[in-house]
């Protein structure tokens, strides 16, 4: 039986219960990405090589 993801909110998820975030998961090869309101709702999933160079254009203001 496969295990089941190990998700991580982001250190940003604001105050309150930190519920007003998204969270990630490694499910190999992928990235998965849901919403910590709805985490039983639909998640998307990322390529992992992609999710990184995504994350840092985030950081720099790119995006």
């Not at 998204?22 to 992992?48: F, G, M």
């Not at 090589?49 to 790119?62: E, L, N, R």
Request: aromatic share 6%.
């Amino acid at each position: 039986m496969p295990t089941p993801p190990q998700w991580r909110k982001s250190s940003f998820s604001g105050g309150g219960e930190g519920n007003d975030c998204v969270e990630v998961a490694h499910v190999c090869p992928h990235i998965a990405v849901r919403d910590s309101k709805a985490p039983a709702r639909a998640t998307l999933r990322v390529p992992a090589g992609a999710f990184g160079p995504f994350i840092d254009a985030v950081k720099s203001g790119q995006l």
